[in-house]
């Protein structure tokens, strides 16, 4: 069986190696994304016969990805202009199991955005029943890699991060946004 995140013995993403789409400023924007939808892989099963909790963040990374090249970042765009986007932090919520085989729909929305930053917020739905299997919110930073420290990104990429969020800035905020770790304890 193999791996369709392994390339030449590391990882790498379904979507590695294809170039970005088109961006048609005219286009209506999805509130919100839907960009990816894969099914259950065998190899993401682990010993108690779901899926392994890393590879929530594996398929919440292939989202990731997915929406980048929606935006117009892929390798040329890191190749060519020494930029790229990196997660600087990440919360998962596992609020359901997923089981070998079963498909997984995943949305993102674009909660905010700064001429550096974008926070972003993952849902993964049973692409069948539509039970929320899992939430993810990160904090993308752009980056120039040869300096190794964040940078403002080019005006064409803000703005279409901007035209997302202003869009799906109707969007009701997930419940899991922001939300701490910790025990919650009950007060006599």
Same mark, same amino acid.
């Given at each position: 069986?193999?791996? &369709?995140?392994?390339?030449?013995?590391?990882? #790498?993403? +379904? %979507?590695?190696?294809?170039?970005? @789409? &088109?961006?048609?400023?005219?286009?209506?924007? #999805?509130? +919100? %994304?839907?960009?990816?939808?894969? @099914?259950?892989?065998?190899?993401?099963?682990?010993?108690?016969?779901?899926?392994?909790?890393?590879?929530?963040l594996l398929v919440f990374g292939d989202n990731s990805d997915a929406f980048f090249r929606h935006i117009g970042i892929d390798e040329r765009y890191r190749d060519d202009q020494g930029l790229s986007l990196y997660t600087v932090e990440t919360h998962i919520h596992n609020i359901r199991e997923a089981a070998e085989g079963q498909p997984l729909k995943l949305t993102l929305q674009v909660l905010d955005v700064d001429p550096k930053r974008i926070h972003i917020f993952h849902s993964m739905f049973h692409g069948e029943s539509g039970d929320l299997l899992a939430t993810g919110e990160q904090m993308l930073l752009?980056?120039?890699?040869?300096?190794?420290?964040?940078?403002?990104?080019p005006a064409w990429l803000l703005e279409r991060v901007q035209a997302i969020h202003q869009t799906h800035a109707s969007l009701p905020r997930p419940a899991q946004v922001g939300a701490a770790i910790g025990i919650r304890r009950k007060t006599p």
């Open positions: 069986m193999t791996d &369709p995140h392994k390339k030449n013995g590391r990882v #790498s993403t +379904p %979507l590695e190696g294809t170039p970005a @789409k &088109p961006w048609n400023a005219t286009a209506p924007i #999805s509130a +919100p %994304l839907q960009l990816h939808s894969p @099914k259950v892989e065998a190899q993401w099963v682990d010993y108690n016969g779901h899926m392994s909790e890393s590879c929530y752009h980056v120039n890699m040869s300096e190794g420290r964040a940078a403002t990104m």
